[in-house]
């Protein structure tokens, strides 16, 4: 059964699904969404979380043998399997169509994963585990809906924010959820429930290096080279977060990649801004990005930045930011060398 973000703390209260799909290109929602489901399972008992990620020939037998068995640390238990761009494949289709005819009352299965389209939602496995449980699917929040969301995590936070300090605000994450609500957080610890004005706002984000984020993506937009290494290298120094920096470089690049295919096709580069929520004062950053970035390297830097999220989660990289600084050069230049990762073998 499909159930909305907004709605997802109504339904855990009312009861717990054996099955969630938390599927979505939205990471703060998509995070959020299995926290609280975590949290209302531990309510009731499920105290014992296992994780999975999958990773091409990933043998789902793993799994199974988990979602079968006994634990020897709790009687209930969480899996967690995390598909991110990857395909189940026919023995992964197999095995979780298989787990909607064997329930096992004393396992929630979460499973996650990048914007479940419609191939994916018409397939066997899908529609077993959507009758059993329930799809949370999580969309880019933009426009009213953008400023609405911020209202209401600063009320949740009790924070006063007037309305030229939220639009600010919005305007130097460029809709970053999660990069947002680390701001608020902070903005909790330095003003408690006192007003917030834009000025006060300014004066902190100008402070924090966590906004060099924003500064990474006008670097990567204008091909700037020494201010990407720069960048990259004075937010690893400040302790930022590997995260926020590839959810940024990824937004980008499949912005770039999508519009750049758009014009190939003849649509109108103003209408594809309004279509992408491109900022007015970042669209001549995409416009010189376009019209410097070939299509084929568009395409490369998403096959990068693929490899790097599996890699990443996979604790396979030898360093996520010289990972990171990698697929920053090629924004300014063709670069085929691999990522550096560790070999399996």
């Not at 926290?35 to 994780?51: T, W, Y």
Request: glycine fraction near 4%.
């Amino acid at each position: 059964m499909r159930c909305y973000v907004n709605q997802l703390p109504a339904q855990l209260n009312k009861n717990l699904n054996p099955f969630y799909l938390v599927m979505g290109e939205e990471p703060f929602q998509v995070q959020k969404c299995t926290n609280d489901i975590r949290k209302q399972a531990k309510k009731n008992g499920f105290d014992e979380v296992i994780k999975f990620s999958i990773l091409p020939q990933f043998d789902w037998n793993e799994i199974a043998q988990e979602y079968n068995s006994l634990s020897l640390f709790s009687d209930k238990r969480i899996i967690e399997i995390d598909l991110a761009e990857q395909k189940t494949g026919q023995t992964g289709a197999k095995f979780l169509k298989s787990l909607a005819e064997h329930i096992n009352p004393d396992c929630i299965v979460i499973i996650k994963g990048n914007k479940a389209g419609q191939d994916i939602q018409r397939t066997a496995w899908f529609k077993a585990l959507d009758k059993q449980g329930l799809f949370i699917p999580c969309y880019e929040i933009t426009d009213n809906h953008l400023n609405t969301w911020l209202n209401q995590q600063c009320q949740n936070l009790s924070l006063k924010l007037d309305h030229q300090a939220k639009q600010f605000l919005l305007e130097s994450t460029q809709g970053n959820l999660l990069a947002t609500h680390q701001e608020l957080e902070k903005l909790v610890l330095l003003y408690a429930n006192k007003p917030i004005t834009k000025a006060d706002l300014t004066s902190v984000l100008l402070n924090q290096s966590k906004f060099d984020i924003f500064d990474l993506s006008d670097a990567l937009l204008q091909g700037n080279l020494d201010n990407i290494v720069n960048i990259i290298s004075n937010i690893k120094k400040n302790h930022g977060e590997v995260t926020s920096v590839s959810w940024a470089i990824t937004r980008d690049a499949q912005q770039l990649l999508d519009m750049s295919q758009a014009l190939q096709l003849g649509e109108n580069t103003n209408q594809l801004f309004k279509k992408h929520n491109i900022w007015k004062n970042k669209q001549a950053l995409y416009q010189n990005a376009l019209n410097r970035i070939p299509l084929a390297q568009l395409k490369h830097i998403i096959i990068l930045l693929a490899q790097f999220d599996i890699s990443y989660k996979s604790g396979l990289l030898v360093s996520p930011w010289q990972a990171l600084a990698h697929i920053g050069v090629c924004f300014t230049q063709t670069f085929s060398v691999s990522l550096p990762i560790y070999n399996e073998d």
